[in-house]
């Protein structure tokens, strides 16, 4: 054998699998197909959002929150309704109890900070027990992607210099090697040196082959996201038709190749069907990668309109329900949707997601970070007003229409300005009493009763048309892949199950390619900040339990 454990995968969760296994005392060979440079993966693209319940930083805000009250959220948003969702629901009760217990100590004692202010993500569909987060949950990581990424990689970083750990990258894994039934390594192709700058398509021209043999593989390779095709091909009818155009919100190396190559060796796949991708995905206008696109992460003022300028109804509203707006923009027939605003509502409500857009919160800048108090948007969101392709800026409505209906789709029909004009006045005439029956306009007075969203996230309600709020925006919202809900099934250990349900001797699995946990722990729908908490609490199951196993 060439170590006790194989990790394939240098993303978030085989960093914590990696490290795990390695203070257990085992050697572990860290593979991924890409090089040094790309370490950490898709989290260290992220703004290092955590799901955390009943925790300090809520208290101090006046956020009262339970365990209770977080797993009705759960299981709300989840729907579990399948006989192959018993180890997802598991994993879910697992991760509850670790997200309300050890996870924020756990994290605290590697040096890991949050920023203080919590995010109210993902407000959910209107149902007390339907999907959604009842109350603010979403934690930011200070120093975001990098942030999250840091303290394992310092905890891997130490263990290769000991030797316990060794580097593997550029390999490239084609097959499970297996013996008897159990797995007992992997085999691949030798991928040439690539200098390729983090989240660049790396070459795949082969220079060679490799086998490297370990009692315990565990794959953390990530999902499907940055393969459109295979993203078509799992679309599921629920969500209408898969867009013609959609924008990446994950690198090229996001390709799902381990989960048939895994499925090959024995393990089963399940949930395929159940993924994650966001409806406010604009194009980036200094990409990193092919087709980069960035999230709006909006707070809830901003009028939505569908591509033919149809408002959309409750819940759907920004930052409510993905998607569930996402099948309903999907029935509509067009690939893309609008934002309506004001100047007003960008500098207070638009945040971009992911650790380049938020320098101030990536380099933990605590001078940056206040200037966001400032009048105006942040750096980031004016280089894309000013830049965007799908940002228009006018100072009249009709000058707004013209501008939206130049980067239209030909297929769509043309906006009308009476039209729209009809549809902001009749939502404007809402704010000229406390009382309302627009249910976006109670959505928003219910959203400045919560300190933090008052403080820096949701705007005074305004009139759109308000020439002292301007100048009007829209912003061409397009759908932007992201993640893969199901995956690999696995027990509470980590362990890859077959068809019968049998453990799979020696392969594990962690992260996204396994659903965060059992093939699926968030079922159709999640809470946000559950996606790096996953990886690392499922890195951590499947890490502790191959060292435990190994002889």
Request: proline share 5%; with cysteine.
């Amino acid at each position: 054998m060439d170590a006790d454990v194989v990790v394939v995968g240098a993303g978030l969760a085989g960093l914590v699998a990696a490290a795990e296994a390695a203070d257990a005392g085992r050697t572990v060979i860290l593979i991924d197909q890409e090089g040094e440079h790309n370490l950490g993966a898709q989290a260290w693209w992220s703004l290092g959002g955590l799901f955390l319940v009943d925790s300090p930083e809520q208290r101090r805000l006046g956020v009262r929150d339970s365990r209770e009250l977080a797993a009705q959220d759960w299981f709300g948003s989840a729907r579990f309704d399948r006989a192959e969702d018993y180890w997802p629901r598991a994993w879910a009760e697992a991760y509850l109890d670790f997200a309300a217990g050890e996870k924020r100590a756990w994290l605290r004692t590697m040096g890991h900070r949050l920023f203080p202010v919590v995010g109210w993500a993902e407000r959910g569909d209107g149902r007390a027990d339907g999907h959604g987060n009842s109350v603010p949950r979403f934690h930011i990581t200070w120093g975001t992607g990098p942030g999250i990424v840091a303290p394992f990689e310092r905890r891997v970083r130490a263990h290769v210099e000991t030797g316990r750990i060794r580097f593997a990258f550029r390999h490239r894994v084609d097959e499970l090697v297996k013996d008897g039934g159990a797995v007992v390594g992997v085999r691949g192709t030798l991928l040439e040196p690539t200098d390729a700058p983090r989240g660049v398509a790396s070459s795949r021209e082969a220079v060679g082959e490799f086998e490297l043999g370990a009692q315990a593989t565990v794959v953390t390779s990530g999902g499907i996201g940055g393969n459109h095709d295979l993203v078509r091909r799992a679309w599921p009818e629920r969500l209408g038709s898969p867009p013609r155009r959609m924008v990446a919100g994950v690198p090229a190396h996001v390709d799902g190749r381990m989960l048939r190559i895994a499925e090959e060796g024995g393990a089963r796949l399940i949930n395929a069907d159940r993924m994650w991708h966001y409806v406010e995905g604009v194009r980036n206008w200094d990409p990193v990668w092919e087709n980069h696109g960035i999230r709006i992460l909006p707070g809830p003022s901003s009028l939505w309109l569908d591509a033919a300028g149809h408002r959309l109804p409750a819940p759907f509203f920004p930052g409510f329900d993905t998607l569930g707006t996402l099948a309903h923009l999907r029935r509509s027939g067009y690939d893309y949707s609008w934002f309506v605003l004001t100047r007003k509502i960008i500098e207070k409500e638009f945040a971009l997601s992911g650790s380049e857009q938020n320098p101030d919160l990536t380099g933990r800048d605590i001078r940056l970070v206040l200037s966001r108090a400032r009048p105006g948007p942040s750096a980031p969101v004016e280089a894309f007003m000013n830049h965007g392709e799908d940002f228009v800026v006018a100072d009249s409505l009709t000058d707004l229409v013209e501008g939206m209906n130049a980067i239209a789709d030909d297929d769509v029909p043309r906006l009308e300005v009476a039209e729209l004009q009809r549809t902001i006045e009749a939502r404007d005439r809402e704010l000229d009493n406390t009382f309302t029956k627009d249910a976006q306009v109670t959505a928003i007075h219910g959203a400045r009763r919560y300190r933090g969203d008052r403080l820096i996230r949701v705007a005074a309600p305004h009139r759109l048309l308000d020439p002292e709020a301007g100048p009007l925006i829209a912003v061409r919202l397009n759908v932007l892949t992201r993640k893969t809900l199901g995956g690999l099934e696995t027990d509470l250990s980590g362990r890859c199950l077959t068809v019968g349900g049998t453990p799979l001797p020696g392969l594990y699995a962690a992260g996204e390619v396994s659903g965060f946990g059992g093939g699926g722990m968030m079922g159709y729908n999640a809470l946000e900040g559950t996606f790096l908490g996953g990886c690392l609490f499922s890195g951590r199951v499947a890490g502790r339990a191959a060292a435990r196993d190994v002889g």
